[in-house]
């Protein structure tokens, strides 16, 4: 178990790990991290915000936060810190719009870098119109910069996320999963190339690995296993006195992707920043149209068909005057007179891409696809609205909730992926039984098809041809109490954690949150053993993203 340092609020006072008391970092440390020469500055004070992220939930102070105008002030910080002795080895964690949830992208008396200050040599985003289009970023950019610059060529990435105003870096290093997944994979899925700032890096990095297994099958009479990651990180201390003679490059500025590096390439793309720091990006891009026509029906139950459909809200509430009031009702009259008696209802949105000049058929498209739907068809709810509307639809209630003080408050947000053939046993259980209420906020779930999915990124999902993403995405405003408090929903949360376990469902979680190391091993599976050899390589003092809580700091 991870050990725990008293909180010092009482949010969530039977949760161990949610605020840690300032930290002052050791003087010398933080004298010999001003002695870098950086194009860009550290700080050392009011860090209060590096100690913050959208769950709202989890604060661990840094001791500096850098805030890099190069790659080279990343690269050689890490070498810096690569360089200081293990006891005072500083963790270090890019931040990029630090949208995470549970403090993955904090680190407690370490060094937090503002991936959003790095500058990357030539214009900030390259769009290359070749017959394979795609656009260079750096890692810190956020997306909704990117759709607007790649529409300026009348091209788009094609895989998002529901929200815009995330990093490149942060978001590959989870997945990047929206509707368009189904299609195109996930956004690690759409990637070409990497410029990544590792914490060690030698040319063949298996040669260390199998260095470091003939050296723990010679120096124990046990047979130890390979991912004994603490064994690991004894034989890395050792390993280090001989880095001259192993070449090993501290905080090397690595580029990478399926041919060159691919290793670092796969193990960076949903590898949650352990790795490396991703400081550029080369994304595939597609022709963009210009429109979108949306499509919104109910349906009392949720089927296979409709759950094939492109994305699915679970609504008890209010959630359908909601839509009566920002969508053209297809029958005014009969929406106006629908009422789901407070039952439980799935919510289908289906989306069609188009040109304003080319319509022809896509009418005709729209209601064959509807003819296969068994929906209630007063609740058939219609709107037309700009590519770029849809695509950054989330930032129109993000500037709501701010404006009435309820974004920043904690999220206790719970994302889970659900192979296919145990989805409707989830569905009885945790929408019949477990989730009464659904007033504070949206559940959403996308269905995929996994054979659209590379399986060499880091990213681990159930073992199944089709899968679903069940977001449940709740918010806490602070005086909330009853169904809504945060107390009540984290309680929920893991009720529904507990029965997949127990039903052994073979459900992973996405932007997994974990305790301890035995979680973590059951997450990856078999999997496992990869992740863990990746870190000894990239990674051997685990220094990079502490906030996930995969791996413990050698001392
Ligand atoms: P951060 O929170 O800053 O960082 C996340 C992790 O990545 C940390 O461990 C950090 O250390 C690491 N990291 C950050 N930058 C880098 C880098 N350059 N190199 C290496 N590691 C790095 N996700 C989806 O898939 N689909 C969605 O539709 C979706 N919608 C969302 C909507 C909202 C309102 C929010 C708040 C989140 C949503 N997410 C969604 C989750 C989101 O993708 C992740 O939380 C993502 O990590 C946030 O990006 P960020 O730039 O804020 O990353």
């Not at 996930?186 to 050296?215: C, D, H, M």
């Not at 003819?371 to 709810?381: A, M, Q, R, V």
């Not at 089709?466 to 806490?476: E, G, H, K």
């Amino acid at each position: 178990v991870w050990s725990c340092i008293p909180h010092t609020t009482n949010i969530c006072s039977n949760h161990s790990f949610d605020t840690f008391p300032p930290h002052s970092g050791s003087s010398s440390v933080l004298s010999s991290l001003k002695t870098l020469t950086l194009n860009g500055y550290f700080t050392f004070d009011n860090l209060e915000h590096a100690a913050n992220d959208f769950g709202n939930i989890f604060h661990y102070l840094p001791t500096a936060v850098l805030h890099p105008k190069s790659v080279s002030d990343i690269s050689s910080t890490i070498k810096h810190i690569m360089g200081m002795d293990s006891a005072t080895k500083l963790s270090v964690a890019a931040r990029g719009r630090g949208h995470s949830l549970q403090g993955q992208a904090q680190a407690y008396g370490g060094v937090v870098i503002n991936m959003e200050s790095l500058e990357v040599e030539g214009p900030g985003i390259f769009v290359e119109t070749s017959e394979v289009p795609y656009v260079d970023v750096s890692g810190g950019e956020l997306w909704v910069n990117v759709l607007h610059e790649t529409l300026k060529y009348g091209l788009s990435p094609k895989s998002w996320t529901d929200y815009l105003h995330l990093t490149v870096g942060g978001t590959l290093s989870n997945a990047g999963i929206s509707g368009q997944a189904f299609r195109h994979g996930p956004q690690i899925n759409n990637v070409y190339q990497l410029q990544v700032v590792t914490g060690t890096f030698k040319e063949n990095s298996n040669s260390i690995i199998s260095w470091k297994r003939a050296k723990l099958k010679s120096n124990s009479k046990r047979n130890i296993e390979f991912t004994d990651y603490g064994k690991l990180n004894e034989l890395t201390t050792q390993q280090w006195n001989l880095t001259g003679d192993l070449n090993v490059g501290r905080g090397e500025v690595i580029t990478c992707s399926d041919t060159k590096n691919a290793d670092l390439f796969y193990g960076v793309l949903g590898g949650l920043g352990q790795f490396g720091i991703i400081t550029r990006a080369r994304i595939s891009l597609g022709p963009a149209k210009k429109m979108v026509s949306k499509e919104i029906v109910f349906v009392n139950r949720g089927s296979h068909r409709h759950w094939a459909s492109n994305r699915i809200y679970v609504d008890r509430t209010g959630l359908l005057n909601s839509w009566r009031s920002s969508f053209n009702p297809k029958n005014p009259i009969q929406a106006s007179q629908f009422s789901s008696d407070g039952k439980l209802l799935y919510c289908l949105e289906m989306v069609k891409y188009y040109n304003p000049e080319k319509m022809d058929g896509l009418n005709q498209d729209i209601e064959e696809l509807l003819s296969e739907l068994n929906y209630i068809p007063s609740t058939l709810f219609l709107s037309e609205v700009s590519y770029v509307e849809f695509l950054d639809r989330v930032r129109m209630s993000e500037i709501k909730l701010r404006s009435k003080g309820l974004w920043e408050v904690p999220h206790p947000w719970l994302n889970l992926l659900i192979p296919k053939s145990r989805i409707l046993d989830f569905a009885r259980e945790v929408f019949g039984k477990i989730v009464k209420d659904s007033s504070n906020g949206p559940i959403l779930i996308y269905p995929f098809n996994k054979a659209k999915w590379n399986n060499r990124t880091s990213m681990v999902t159930p073992e199944e041809d089709i899968i679903y993403l069940v977001a449940f995405l709740p918010s806490a405003p602070p005086l909330s109490t009853g169904t809504e408090g945060l107390e009540h929903i984290m309680t929920q949360n893991k009720r529904i954690l507990d029965f997949c376990t127990k039903a052994r469902l073979g459900a992973k979680q996405y932007l997994p949150h974990y305790r301890t190391q035995d979680e973590w091993r059951a997450h990856f599976g078999t999997h496992w053993e990869t992740f863990a050899q990746r870190k000894s390589a990239y990674d051997p003092f685990a220094i990079l993203a502490p906030g996930q809580r995969i791996f413990q700091k050698a001392v």
